[in-house]
């Protein structure tokens, strides 16, 4: 009666187990319909967002302004300026050509829009350009007492607190003056300074001639003078064809050292976001990710709710977590870039005899486009969370998952050799190689060491010494040594779960295991494949083939408890099911099993 009620309650535990493993393989299969759904829904929404139109615009208008060449100096565009007057050249020439275009190239007049500049003729000017430069004042360093005979005169580096408030040159016009800041853009990040807004401010006209000879009367009266640190060039277009406005920005700062250091920004933007039948279907795109959103927020709340604590061991919920948090910063950028551009949008576009300020839009659009970039990236990297389907990818689950640990301690001895090796080349090669001019490029710069991709002639011209044994042992002791023992950790890992794998220690919930067997039961339902036997029907098909074989009834007894006793053992030592369901492995069935082992050919049989 007793052994009866044993395997009366095994059963029974079996029983409920089978079931919460068949109810957790169904709810994980709904999240992970749901969850695709929702990562076409994002696929779409942020593939809308973004066009080839937006690159080719960017490459034809950096083309026009950056690399077209100064008439009779074929070295000389915006990119390669080094002096002030190789500046008032790209201002009197390339820059001006390439911004008035009022008629096709036999002279003929392309439209009847008054007083405004097509560029490429597919490109409208939006607004009148702005030249606004920033100042530092006079004494914002100082000379040491040994020069002050040959030079009295000191402007240090930008900062605000020395920003030149005054005016100065001629006095009579705004571009003299200095004018406080009226608009929200943020501050600009240069090479060598982050600059704030407002300065000496003047608009170009509508008219090429008025602002070349404007151009001629800033060079002449020094309007650019040894105090400046700054100049930006701001203007915006818009195509109609590809609905797209071009935000763009030239930046040409004066450090303290002298010369002009150049950079750029062409911002090609969809501010005008639901105009077509596509951008409505876009917009319903939107309006189903808020719905996910709410959903997947709801979900995880309720968790939280249900394990409390527990919750946050998973690494899968802090990504569950991420994830969510990046999507409400996504919608709540959206919301806002919505708003701003309802507001302002409207007033820009009437201000035609005006520079109309339509950086702060596309600053914000900008934003917004990187934060759903990064959102789809963590979405897509969730997938792995339902990796257990595929043995190859819960390999490598498992290989990462057990090697994290010497991962993390082989990390710590890397990058103090890393960064020691970063600051030796920022001391020796800072000055004379632009790789390690700052110590962010110097780390840079090792990490292309390591891809290959360096500057050695360089090195070596800053120090002939030092230069050598820095790379060779950076070489030696980085790319041969260290990355090496981080690839044996991997391959020793690796190795040892496959071994695991191979004698059976792999996951009990396989997901893949459980969609072919629901696909199989809905052919066998539908009468298109027929119902396979159980594993009971199987033994005993076999068992009775193997008597028909010449096997007698005690081989054949002893197989069957060589079987039991090899399942009991998986799953007494390999099994993540509750262990208190199983009975443990007595003497005697261990026994039984070594007096057995010459019959594990026929136990394998049965087996299959």
């Known amino acids: 009666m007793a052994e009866a009620s044993r ?15 068949e109810v957790e393989i ?26 080839p139109h937006m690159y080719y615009l960017n490459k034809v208008m950096s083309s026009l302004f950056l690399d077209t060449s100064v008439p009779g100096e074929e070295r000389t565009n915006f990119k390669s300026i080094r002096s002030i007057t190789d500046f008032w050249k790209f201002m009197e020439g390339p820059f001006l050509e390439g911004l008035y275009w009022d008629s096709w ?40 007492s040994s020069f002050q005979s040959l030079m009295d005169e000191c402007y240090g580096k930008y900062t605000s ?57 800033l060079r002449l009266n020094s309007w650019i003078t040894r105090g400046t640190r700054v100049v930006f060039i701001d203007f915006s277009l818009y195509n109609a064809n590809v609905n797209l406005f071009c935000i763009i920005r030239l930046v040409a700062e004066f450090p303290a050292t002298g010369g002009i250091i ?49 919750y946050f061991k998973s690494i899968w919920n802090w990504l569950e977590l991420l994830l969510l948090l990046l999507c409400l910063v996504a919608v709540s950028f959206n919301t806002y870039c919505n708003i701003q551009i309802f507001l302002l949008l409207g007033h820009l576009l009437k201000s035609t005899e005006k520079y109309s300020d339509f950086y702060f839009l596309a600053y914000w659009h900008i934003y917004y486009n990187n934060i759903i970039a990064i ?48 600051q030796l080349g920022f001391l020796v090669f800072g000055s004379q190689v632009d790789d390690f001019s700052t110590f962010q490029n110097s780390i840079f710069a090792q990490f292309r060491i390591v ?5 050695f002639a360089g090195i070596q011209q800053a120090n002939r010494i030092l230069g050598p044994i820095y790379f060779i042992t950076f070489i030696f002791f980085v790319f041969f040594v260290l990355l090496n023992m981080f690839l044996a950790i991997i391959n020793d890992t690796y190795s040892e779960v496959k071994a695991d794998y191979s004698i059976g220690r792999r996951p009990d919930f396989e997901l893949g295991e459980m969609i072919k067997k629901s696909y199989t039961n809905a052919l ?12 009971d029907e199987k033994t005993k098909d076999l068992a009775e083939q193997a008597r028909r074989e010449g096997f007698d009834e005690n081989e054949i007894q002893r197989a069957e408890k060589m079987k039991t006793w090899k399942e009991r053992l998986e799953k007494k030592y390999y099994s993540t099911e509750i262990q208190d369901d199983y009975q443990p492995v007595t003497q005697q069935e261990f026994g039984d099993g070594i007096t057995t082992k010459y019959k594990m050919r026929f136990s394998e049989c049965l087996t299959k």
């Open 7 to 21: 395997w009366h309650r095994g059963g029974a535990a079996k029983h409920v187990l089978h079931y919460r493993k």
């Open 26 to 51: 169904r709810t994980t299969l709904q999240e992970l319909l749901l969850y695709f759904i929702f990562l076409i829904n994002l696929c779409i929404l942020t593939f809308g967002m973004v066009n």
């Open 105 to 144: 190239y036999n002279n003929q007049k392309l439209y009847n829009l008054k007083n405004t500049s097509r560029i490429y003729y597919e490109n409208i000017l939006l607004g009148v350009p702005r030249v606004r430069q920033l100042k530092v004042r006079n004494s914002t360093c100082k000379v040491y």
């Open 161 to 217: 607190a020395n920003e030149d408030l005054s005016d100065f040159g001629l006095k009579h016009d705004t571009e003299w003056k200095y004018s406080t800041s009226n608009t929200n853009s943020p501050w600009h990040w240069g090479f060598v300074g982050v600059y704030r807004n407002g300065g000496y401010i003047f608009t170009l006209s509508k008219s090429k001639s008025e602002t070349k000879n404007k151009f001629i009367d």
């Open 262 to 310: 150049t950079s750029w920004q062409f911002y090609s933007v969809k501010l005008l976001r639901y105009v077509s039948y596509y951008d409505y279907f876009i917009a319903s795109c939107e309006i189903t990710f808020c719905i996910f959103l709410f959903v997947f927020t709801t979900q995880e709340a309720k968790k939280i709710r249900e394990f409390k604590s527990a």
């Open 375 to 422: 959102t789809i990236f963590f979405a897509w990297i969730k997938i792995f969370k339902f990796i257990s389907f595929n043995k190859t990818m819960s390999q490598l689950s498992s290989t990462l998952s057990r090697c994290i640990k010497d991962i993390v301690g082989f990390a710590i001895m890397f990058f103090i050799i890393f960064f020691a090796y970063a």
């Open 451 to 455: 891809l290959g991709d360096f500057n």
């Open 524 to 535: 066998e339902k539908l009468k298109l494949k027929k119902a396979e036997k159980d594993e």
